[in-house]
T-cell receptor, first 112, second 115 residues
Framework: AQSVTQLDSHVSVSEGTPVLLRCNYSSSYSPSLFWYVQHPNKGLQLLLKYTSAATLVKGINGFEAEFKKSETSFHLTKPSAHMSDAAEYFC??????????FGSGTKLNVKP | GAGVSQSPSNKVTEKGKDVELRCDPI?????LYWYRQSLGQGLEFLIY????????KSGLPSDRFSAERTGGSVSTLTIQRTQQEDSAVYLC?????????????FGPGTRLTVL
């Protein structure tokens, strides 16, 4: 079975400071992991995905995530937050079949 | 190219009425998924199609919910005798295949409000 836990429901950072959004997963199969972003009243957009290749994955808009099997984690980071990064972020796990299990989401607030 | 499209974008209906929600996947994508996004419930899987067949209907909340896909393309999610708890955003996604590593591309959703 697969599941995802996003450890923070809300994260607030100042513009220009680093972003860390935490995600832990559980999977009985070698997982694929994704981060999606949802801006207000917009659809879900893929940020990045891990599929058993390089453990450090780079995505769009300067985001990256590191797959750590020993910690069952896939945290999302960005060195410097921008106002446009304010959105809700979802960590997703899928197994052998492409059935997505979503985390509960983390709302990122970026203060000027 | 064109992404996943859904219609209508908004639907307001009265309790007890039936509604149909439509999804047009990306051309060539064999796998299609329906999810529901509601306050307090997060994003939950409803049903998945591979071609025109639905190997996994495990997420459908009750027998009032059904879905079909025709021609390996368009899908319709039908909710009969709607209830207020059905109010949510219904999201459709498609992927090239059903492999676990495939990216799912999401449509903008249909916001359903049941009065």
């Amino acid at each position: 079975a697969q599941s995802v836990t996003q450890l923070d429901s809300h994260v607030s950072v100042s513009e220009g400071t680093p972003v860390l959004l935490r995600c832990n997963y559980s999977s009985s199969y070698s997982p694929s992991l994704f981060w999606y972003v949802q801006h207000p009243n917009k659809g879900l957009q893929l940020l990045l995905k891990y599929t058993s290749a390089a453990t450090l994955v780079k995505g769009i808009n300067g985001f990256e995530a590191e797959f750590k099997k020993s910690e069952t984690s896939f945290h999302l980071t960005k060195p410097s937050a921008h106002m446009s990064d304010a959105a809700e972020y979802f960590c997703v796990v899928s197994g052998f079949i492409n059935k997505f299990y979503f985390g509960s989401g983390t709302k990122l607030n970026v203060k000027p | 190219g064109a992404g996943v499209s859904q219609s209508p974008s908004n639907k307001v209906t009265e309790k007890g009425k039936d509604v149909e929600l439509r999804c047009d996947p990306i051309s060539g994508h064999t796998a299609l998924y329906w999810y529901r996004q509601s306050l307090g419930q997060g994003l939950e899987f409803l049903i998945y199609f591979q071609g025109n067949s639905a190997p996994d209907k495990s997420g459908l909340p009750s027998d009032r919910f059904s879905a079909e896909r025709t021609g390996g393309s368009v899908s319709t999610l039908t909710i009969q005798r709607t209830q207020q708890e059905d109010s949510a955003v219904y999201l459709c996604a498609s992927s090239l295949s059903r492999a676990g590593a495939d990216t799912q591309y999401f449509g903008p959703g249909t916001r359903l409000t049941v009065l």
